[in-house]
């Protein structure tokens, strides 16, 4: 089942990162802004996702902003990401179309 809405479409991202799901990250990203491919580091260890704030990027909206920052460790080092990023609803189905920051 795709996922409902922008935050949810956010975990699962993260989730196929953690699970090295290349080709469910490609599928969920919006075409417009889709690289051909996606290469990810398997020394990333993805271990938590906080997020910060949302916009909008419900059931019934057409787009959203989730904030959000993202735990990892990579060759023994804590370390985090913070993105702003945006979504897109298109024909009942979330997409990540891009990052603010």
Known sequence: MWPGTAVELMRSRFSAFA??????????????????????????????????????????????????????RILGQRESQHEVSNFVREDGRWYYLDAVE
Do not use: C, K
């Not at 919006?30 to 704030?53: G, K, Q, S, Y």
């Open 19 to 72: 699970m090295m799901l290349p080709d469910y990250l490609l599928a969920t990203w919006h075409p417009t802004t889709r690289p051909t491919e996606l290469e990810l580091d398997e020394a990333i260890v993805w271990r938590n996702l906080e997020i910060i704030r949302t916009e909008s990027g419900g059931p019934f909206d057409q787009s959203g902003i989730v904030e959000f920052e993202a735990h990892y």
